[in-house]
């Protein structure tokens, strides 16, 4: 089963739906480059287009948006960590049941999908792809309630983990999170209408404003006569995706109701205080690191400078599915700046430590440009153990930190020094309580359950 | 509701199942060139291609018949009148129900498609097709027997019409025929393996030895060890599909136990008894009619001649979506002979008239050449009423025959004279009882009942 | 250096000329299947669109042809035997030279090439493509006339062999044909225009009228005012090819003044009276022996019958340049009537006999679907040595009549009488003297001198 | 003509030289992004490949880098103006002359194509393309020298302006620069063998050790067995392009003998000396302003700040030649940070200004986060004049500097206070005298004369 990590995109009651919904996944594109699709309903009429590859790619035809015509529209970019059958995981799905269409767009992963999976086969349903996506639309065929809104609720209660998900019918987008609010979802106005999107940066670009996040267990009928708003779930602990908040959301995007960028910052700034030591100047791996590294620049009085630079007509590394580029040669996306780091004590911020790999060889070449001392800094703390709610991750062999110490790391990254952030820095550094993350991938303990799987499978 | 006229083949217990198959649906593009598809098991492992266009275009790489391993595959070509959402109309179909995957290729149309999929919707079942292909798989989902071979059975006995079935699972293939027969379906031999196919010219082109014709209402499983052959339905009356015999198998094919070659030169002489002309020269319409204007020849003692080339560059006019292409010019297709046709009394024979319109715009063109009289001759009835088995067809409205008689046919035509098969003649022509055989589109007499549906619908 | 064995096809003086030449070059699709391109002129504002394949795959996207504005055009179709940088060799090619655009579409085989190029090379002349067209453009750039009409004249009085040319000025399409006049070239006329075409079915599928020919050593140049014909070059005798009428024009055109169809069927006719031989049934190896052998039914008095279907989703045997295909399995083309065969002694009738292989492999397919004997004819004499005027024939060692006697290629095709027309019986057959045509490929004799080249490149 | 501001990349004495090449090209990727090829020579035999887009793309297939073998090859990446018939303009050019095939890749733009393309159409040579590096090939190939560098050098001779080209033939790779030395060209080594490369960054990607540039006015030849340099024209002051440093080269290349990062901090540091003001913080426009930003931080103790994000999916402003999406929203390519710029006396960086519309949005944008004042600093000179020497520039008009005084353009921009960095100042920078620069582009005076042009092409 794969994991969907995504990003969605909604407008409705707005002329032009598609074009906005492109330009809104647009912004969206670090949340997932495999691929994109766009649905809209022209007073009844749907129209879909999906295909492998960047938004840009997908909608290069401009003919491709003259035929999404409609003022209700919901789109999806999609990163999976599967390949071969991956076209027809693309989404949104959509589905007739009952006479009526109905699309959805994912952004999540579901803890029970295979019991769900199996009951439903059992039941006599079939199954065209591999996405748990899939699951849902099952749920809310199966449900006898009339209404959509009420058969998705009641689809959605019988779903445990975690999903940002926008449902489209023929006259509505109807947008649900849930219980714990592991993936952000967020509200907008603009031109009379509204959209939603993973991230308000989708917000910004289009022009429309934000008013508030879908929150946490809330299900939204979205018409273009306004809301309506079901809370079907029994309340729940919230249980927001720090990483989110670490790596993977946009800094210029507010989500769990905090801008990325503050929330950042103030990383860098504890984790130079929690891990200082002299050194010439700090730098940051570009992009994700910036803002970090800034921060620590600031608490520590290092001075910020730039000494590595991106090549940005490759993917993001952690985004990147095909392993090989990803181990050809870690200067394909970076080259250092020499007169920057030669004869310098460096400090080297970077968001994460996942497998240790980039890492290693990144330190290898600063020190080839003439770097002194390479202390290395992760402003989070050691990633021990996979994520079940949405995040890809290698699996736990592969998570340096799972095996080794941080001295055994520092020695096999070929540091001076490391220092991660702790968990209670990281936490304490937040206007939210501590208890309102997942930090499950930094302490290995689980928010949501999820069911077992079999050696193999916990290992695809 | 689309119209699946379509060809199918399987292969078992053979090594390159795949390649079998690419060049056994390569021999059966005549029945479908919008898309085509293989699917195959190497022991379980499934891998499956589809795309748009002829076989030869879809398996243009040939990474991909290498990626197709196995000793068991099933393929289809299609034909459909739809043409938007297409892609995901492509067979074969796979689906997983049960951690069993199971595939499917259908030839043919089912008669109470909208009734099943209502009742399937109702109980919570998913479309994500047009297809009513799909709702086959549905029922076979939803069947509590164990055995694939039982739960097909069961789902094909609430079904009704026309189909030539391919299924699909990961140690055979299971092929399932109509009790009425109404599309072939053909068993073949071939180094200690089995093929299946639409008709025996794919055996020819692989070199397969033909054993029998998959019998009306026969599901048989087919595994490298054997065959296992059930008839779960009640017995029926036969209704073989004339028109297979007149136009749409290939003459080197051998279908319904007779040589399609034959069958259509009985068809020509029985036309030259039955309309009789003076005439100089006897011409067919390139390629199918072909055998009948032999026949026609042999029997009336009237020269046969070449007076038409046909451009092959282009597909069979029948068989073409694309109205505009037809109806730009069939000049596009067809050119004259002016050496053979000047000054010339000419009879015309051709399989049947559907609009009219190609012909008319024929017989413009053999006059334009210096012929002196055209008489044209049909090698089958008047078509007076669309096929509801699979056989695509504009709708009764647009059929020259439903509402003009052979005289003001004659008029339109702008021939001298007309004549058509009769009914009687066609069928006396044959070793089989006239009973076996579905004339509906000839008499408006359909043998299994069509499921009404609303106007708008009939006329599609 | 490639032999270009093409179509051209022109159109003046005609609103929609690309749309026209569109469809003339569809039509003389047989005459090169690799690559296509047409070019216009409106008003002197040039547009060129060219690619790999079939003419309607070229033109796929009907915003080319809207792009292609203009009422002048010439476009070209061609076949080669070169694969890996043939993308640059795509016509018609487009140059400047002082200011002037200059296009040209190229059908023939200059047979002093290498010393051109060589000169032309000397004297700093570059080369893009492989092909000898561009030749013809050097040295109409290079000659002091100011008009394009002489500078043409000029040029093309150095080069030898066999040229059917269109060229493009601005304002005019300027149509040559070399002294012996070795390849076809038609003028006709259309809604107060020109149009020319290597044969009349491009005419007849745009529904223009033929005129005349292009004669041998005549330039042409047209304009919507008319005619400007010049005879630059010495009076020489005809040697028109043969080949065009045995097999590589289409029965449908008129070339050399003359219905291709009436003379294949008199080829046909004369070799049922050289190579008799008691047979129930006669048969055609579809399509291009088809007229030949129903003159061979005629004289002999044997029945015509249909004992072969060619599949018509691949291209003409003869004409593809991919060995792999062509030599994989001569079923994917053609498939036996077995009802026709069965019990038979079987006249086989083929235009040519070129390497022998197809034959030998119909000859075993006939057997195997019953023949009791096969008798095997071809409607023109054995072919000893290459054309190097235009027609891609393999090396002479790859002939088989190069090297094996009637009885030793009887054996190895595996017939048992083996009949070719004699040159005598082909050239006695017609209206014209037996002195204009070239039949270098039958007796090895050439009208033109060939320039000698190395071993490797006689062999190429 | 267009302007080839491009990126070439040449490998000698290299296994896998095109590897090495295309690394090299997509390290040079931020110099082109409109096409890209690459040509080697295995021993005599040549393989080139090239299509459009981005170097990634064009060598997507793996099996194409296959085909490109041997120890000797060249790349190019490029950028241009035109649209319509850029395929055929796609670099490296391949031509044939004597027998000997010359491959080129030129980055820059010739002062005397005009006249010199008019000469040679004169002689008789023809162009297929509408690229001034086609008149290169023609003087070469018109030299009566023998061996290819002395014919390199005496065309050379004839061409003005500026470039840097490298030649391939079988056995070398032959680089030139012009003698002012307008575009930056360095030489490495790497395993025994030769690099050459527009910048040093490619250097550091493939792991090359950088040597020393290609000297302006030096023609060298490179083998496997060691180089042979020539000085061909007489000695001329030079004329290095100091906008390569302002804004072109990547910040982590070395040219011109010289860190671009060294020199771009001190541009930052000389406008804050220049231009100071009271402000909160000072941000630059991501990703081409970072190093002059961080310079105006250190010189002017005002605090570094993110408040950009810059969406990489898209290309780099000044370098994407579709002027639609460029027009369409500076918000596709940036969105502004609101926690760092709400409430702030804001200090934006960029680069240069060139139009000034993409300046415009971005103040607006920022005062829209709630700057609340916007201090807008330009770290070069006003952009008064075009460049003829080839950095793509909007024409004379289109220059927002050309018409409109600071003041002006700062009302225009919506700015409260704007600044540009003086000549002088910009200049006085460096270790380099002033007088080796070309400043064309901010005064006007260009150090080599350009051929006269009417209005409608000086304009284009």
Same mark, same amino acid.
């Given at each position: 089963m794969m994991r969907d990590k995504c990003g969605v995109f909604g407008?409705?009651?707005?002329?032009?739906?598609? &074009?906005?919904?492109?330009?809104?996944?647009?912004?969206l594109q670090h949340r997932g480059q495999?691929?994109?699709?766009?649905?809209?309903?022209?007073?009844?009429?749907?129209?879909?287009?999906?295909?492998?590859?960047?938004?840009?790619?997908?909608?290069?035809?401009? !003919?491709?948006?003259? &035929?999404?015509?409609?003022?209700?529209?919901?789109?999806?970019?999609?990163?999976?960590?599967t390949g071969a059958s991956?076209?027809?995981?693309? /989404?949104?799905?959509?589905?007739?049941?009952? /006479?009526?269409?109905? !699309?959805?767009a994912h952004n999540g992963n579901l803890t029970n999908s295979r019991t769900l999976r199996t009951e439903l086969e059992d039941k006599g349903s079939i199954f065209q792809t591999t996405s748990d996506t899939e699951i849902?639309?099952?749920?809310?065929?199966?449900?006898?309630?009339?209404?959509?809104?009420?058969?998705?609720c009641e689809a959605l209660k019988t779903v445990t983990g975690a999903y940002s998900i926008l449902f489209m019918t023929e006259d509505s987008v109807i947008a649900a999170r849930d219980p714990q609010g592991f993936r952000p979802l967020c509200l907008g106005k603009f031109n009379g209408g509204y959209v939603v999107a993973s991230e308000t940066c989708a917000f910004d670009l289009v022009g429309a404003e934000y008013i508030r996040d879908i929150e946490p267990g809330e299900v939204v009928k979205i018409t273009k006569d306004g809301l309506e708003s079901v809370f079907p779930h029994q309340k729940q602990k919230h249980a927001y995706c720090i990483f989110e908040y670490i790596y993977f959301a946009r800094p210029d995007s507010k989500i769990f109701e905090e801008n990325v960028d503050k929330i950042r910052r103030r990383l860098g700034r504890q984790l130079a205080i929690e891990h200082p030591v002299e050194a010439d100047i700090v730098i940051g791996i570009p992009d994700s690191a910036n803002t970090a590294t800034l921060g620590y620049s600031e608490e520590s009085g290092i001075k910020f400078e730039?000494?590595?630079? &991106?090549?940005?007509?490759?993917?993001?590394?952690?985004? +990147? =599915?095909? /392993? $090989?580029?990803? +181990?050809? +040669?870690?200067?394909?996306?970076?080259?250092?700046?020499k007169g920057v780091l030669e004869? @310098? &004590?460096?400090?080297?911020?970077? +968001?994460?430590?996942?497998?240790?790999?980039? #890492? @290693? $060889?990144?330190?290898?070449?600063?020190?080839? !440009?003439?770097?002194?001392?390479?202390?290395?800094?992760?402003?989070?703390?050691?990633?021990?153990? =996979?994520?079940?709610?949405?995040?890809?991750?290698?699996?736990?062999?592969?998570?340096?930190?799972? #095996? $080794?110490?941080?001295?055994?790391?520092?020695?096999?990254?070929?540091?001076?020094?490391?220092?991660?952030?702790?968990?209670?820095?990281?936490?304490?550094?937040?206007?939210?309580? !501590?208890? #309102?993350?997942?930090?499950?991938?930094?302490?290995?303990?689980?928010?949501?359950?999820?069911?077992?799987?079999?050696?193999?499978?916990?290992?695809?």
């Open positions: 407008a409705v009651g707005l002329s032009d739906a598609a &074009r906005l919904t492109y330009f809104g996944l647009y912004s495999e691929s994109a699709g766009i649905i809209t309903s022209d007073e009844g009429k749907i129209e879909l287009h999906r295909g492998m590859g960047l938004v840009s790619r997908v909608f290069k035809d401009p !003919a491709i948006l003259e &035929r999404l015509s409609g003022s209700i529209a919901i789109g999806h970019t999609r990163y999976s960590t991956s076209i027809t995981n693309i /989404q949104p799905f959509l589905i007739t049941n009952r /006479q009526r269409k109905l !699309a959805i849902v639309l099952h749920l809310v065929a199966r449900s006898k309630e009339e209404k959509p809104l009420s058969a998705i730039i000494g590595l630079i &991106r090549n940005h007509y490759v993917g993001r590394t952690f985004i +990147d =599915p095909d /392993q $090989k580029i990803r +181990d050809l +040669d870690v200067r394909v996306k970076f080259n250092t700046v004869g @310098k &004590r460096v400090i080297v911020v970077d +968001d994460s430590i996942v497998r240790g790999t980039t #890492s @290693k $060889k990144l330190i290898k070449l600063i020190r080839e !440009a003439g770097a002194t001392e390479v202390h290395f800094r992760a402003s989070s703390p050691p990633i021990i153990s =996979p994520c079940f709610y949405g995040i890809d991750m290698p699996t736990k062999k592969e998570l340096i930190a799972s #095996s $080794k110490s941080v001295e055994e790391t520092c020695k096999y990254l070929g540091a001076d020094t490391l220092g991660y952030l702790s968990v209670d820095g990281m936490l304490g550094m937040d206007s939210l309580p !501590a208890e #309102s993350y997942c930090v499950g991938c930094f302490t290995g303990k689980y928010p949501v359950p999820v069911e077992p799987r079999n050696g193999k499978l916990f290992l695809e």
